[in-house]
């Protein structure tokens, strides 16, 4: 499958992490940049609010489904929590959009085009509970076929430290459930994700992995699930990020 379209061939992408600039920002422009081995994210700093950032990292993270790494310790904190798959996206992409977080990148803009994905069934969710009906993590990311780009995680530092990590082993689950060799994006690679078994590569090795994922079909989404009843004692404490 070729991946280019409006962003060229990446032969011709500058030995850069940032691809190029634009005003414009849609839907459409989005999801095919993810077919294209780019993603959408802000500048910050002095940049006018109204230029988007599109970026192929030089050094891309991935997170093999093969080679997850579970501590013994995050297999017993996971005991604890629940988890939804698109059950609360708008509180998760709120969690994610905490202005209070460092390097915060979800503006107004984003969150809006990232709903109109949801939306459409092309972003997902996974939420992470505690005992409490508690939202106390998660994650989204954009699907296509067998790509799943990871955009934005949270999780609560007092009620959920693994929170957002089990919302992740969830997100693998789903994705290798039927054996199928799907493509986990992480963008780069953290500190966070390097503890689960996250891994750089190149660019274009990424891009043969991408090409050979949008050759797979997309993972079966559970559908249905709603968001457990917290009690009305944590209802007034709950809190998304």
């Avoid at 390097?194 to 994922?213: F, I, Q």
Wanted: net charge negative; proline share 6%; hydrophobic share 40%.
């Amino acid at each position: 499958m070729r991946l280019s379209g409006v962003f060229g061939p990446a032969s011709g992408w500058p030995n850069q992490d940032l691809v190029t600039l634009s005003k414009e920002f849609d839907a459409g422009l989005v999801l095919e940049s993810y077919s294209a081995g780019v993603f959408p994210m802000g500048l910050g700093g002095t940049w006018p609010v109204d230029i988007m950032g599109w970026w192929s990292p030089v050094h891309r993270g991935i997170l093999p489904l093969d080679d997850v790494r579970v501590t013994r310790s995050l297999r017993k904190s996971a005991r604890h929590f629940t988890t939804t798959v698109d059950a609360a996206f708008d509180r998760v992409l709120a969690g994610c959009a905490d202005p209070r977080r460092s390097g915060g990148w979800i503006d107004e803009r984003m969150a809006a085009v990232y709903e109109e994905l949801f939306e459409a069934g092309c972003v997902h969710s996974i939420e992470t509970w505690d005992a409490s009906g508690r939202l106390v993590g998660g994650l989204y990311g954009v699907g296509v076929r067998g790509l799943f780009a990871g955009e934005s995680m949270f999780h609560d530092p007092v009620r959920g430290r693994d929170a957002s990590k089990v919302a992740l082993l969830r997100l693998v689950e789903i994705l290798a459930s039927d054996g199928q060799e799907r493509l986990l994006d992480v963008q780069w690679v953290t500190d966070h994700l390097a503890t689960l078994g996250a891994v750089e590569v190149d660019r274009d090795d990424y891009l043969r992995l991408l090409s050979e994922a949008l050759d797979v079909p997309p993972p079966v989404w559970p559908v249905g699930d709603r968001p457990p009843e917290a009690s009305e004692t944590d209802q007034e404490g709950a809190s998304d990020a």
